[in-house]
């Protein structure tokens, strides 16, 4: 995959905010975990990708009645001899000082990859977002939203809106935990560099993401989470990627 692929695959890892994601496993109000995924696209879709992967991530958070704090790194394991070749990272802080149950939203992400032999090193471009987040629960399960204006760090800086919603509950005497993610968003098509220079206006982007874990015990889970992109890759408007996992919560 060509790193001006990669730039818009990763990007989309940066966008999603998982405010309530803990506590839908646990009543706790600190909690944190590892994920190992094996992402199987090359195997549904070589044409494009160039092998499968392992992504390592590790998540943290913090809840407090003025609001709650993530950490979220990812590491992909797809550079040569199977060393990483993406690493991103996600930061992002709700605030509430008033009565009205609605959140400021706080948020950074940003990263470097590596294309390849045939290539040199990239960023992950940095994006600051700035908005409103709600959060209620729905049909015993959680949910997460915001809307947010979106700063993102081209050569041509882009100044976008983002929406994002989130849902997950767990189900069959907690043995099943299911979450949804859709994030859509704008972007200029111009980013300032040698690649869209000739592009102009806007386009809408947007990602899904759909988690099923099996808890063996309160500790570990099996599972898998299914992907789907538009408009993210630059050779098809609809992409659809799973992988296999297994989760540590501690």
């Known amino acids: 995959m060509y790193p001006e692929k990669l730039h818009r695959y990763n990007e989309i890892r940066m966008k999603r905010c998982f405010t309530l994601y803990f506590i839908l496993l646990s009543a706790a109000v600190t909690a944190q975990n590892l994920e190992l ?10 044409r494009y990708n160039e092998k499968n992967f392992i992504t390592f991530s590790f998540e943290t958070f913090r809840w407090a009645e ?4 993530l950490l979220k ?4 394991f797809k550079g040569k001899n199977n060393n990483i070749g993406n690493l991103y ?3 992002s802080q709700t605030l509430k000082f008033w009565v009205f149950p609605v959140y400021l939203h706080l948020e950074y992400a940003g990263g470097l990859g590596y294309g390849g032999e045939a290539y040199t090193g990239y960023y992950i471009n940095n994006a600051f977002l700035l908005g409103a987040a709600y959060s209620f629960q729905w049909k015993n399960g959680w949910v997460s939203t915001y809307l947010a204006y979106k700063y993102n760090n081209f050569d041509k800086p882009s100044h976008d809106a983002q929406y994002s919603f989130w849902w997950g509950k767990n189900i069959f005497n907690d043995k099943f935990s299911i979450s949804s993610n859709f994030v859509i968003w704008t972007e200029n098509k111009n980013r300032g560099d040698d690649l869209t220079a000739n592009l102009k206006g806007k386009e809408i982007l947007f990602y899904v993401e759909q988690k099923v874990w ?3 015990n309160q500790q570990f889970s099996v599972g898998s989470k299914i992907k789907l992109f538009y408009n993210i890759f630059s050779y098809s408007s609809f992409l659809i990627y799973p992988t296999v996992a297994i989760k540590y919560n501690f």
């Open 66 to 69: 003025y609001g709650s704090f």
């Open 37 to 46: 995924h094996y992402d199987i696209r090359h195997s549904l879709d070589p």
């Open 214 to 216: 099996y808890n063996l």
């Open 73 to 76: 790194v990812e590491f992909d």
């Open 89 to 91: 990272t996600q930061i």
